[in-house]
């Protein structure tokens, strides 16, 4: 059975930092493109990074680039977001998911269900 976990979020003040965690079990980790999207308020979800199996390549929103770093170990089994720099416009609840990218480089969910997210305030 296919378990994502995420964790980390919370309260921090514009400026802040954060850093998130998703657990993953269930599947070949290391074999697997990772990513991360977020749900704003009444948005629609949103790609905001992905890293590939090996770690060696990563990808971002336009929104998120050289604010935000995604990692993984694969030993853990465990993907990490880290956010810095962090804006009003951030605030939303931020989901992991194994990831691929179409012929027209966007990144989606492979499979297509969503774990309970966890959710990032970000306060003035």
């Known amino acids: 059975q296919v378990q994502l976990v995420e964790s980390g979020g919370g309260l921090v003040q514009a400026g802040g930092s954060l850093r998130l965690s998703c657990a993953a079990s269930?599947?070949?980790?290391?074999?697997?493109?990772m990513g991360w999207f977020r749900q704003a308020p009444g948005k629609e979800r949103e790609f905001v990074a992905a890293v590939t199996s090996s770690g060696g390549s990563t990808y971002y929103a336009d929104s998120v680039k050289d604010r935000f770093t995604i990692s993984r170990d694969n030993a853990k089994n465990t993907v990490y977001l880290q956010m810095n720099s962090l804006k009003l416009e951030d605030t939303a609840l931020y989901y992991c998911?194994?990831?691929?990218?179409?012929?027209?480089?966007?990144?989606?969910?492979?499979?297509?269900?969503w774990g309970q997210g966890t959710l990032v305030t970000v306060s003035s």
């Open positions: 998911a194994v990831v691929a990218r179409t012929s027209e480089s966007r990144w989606y969910n492979v499979l297509n269900a």
């Open positions: 269930g599947i070949s980790f290391s074999r697997l493109h």
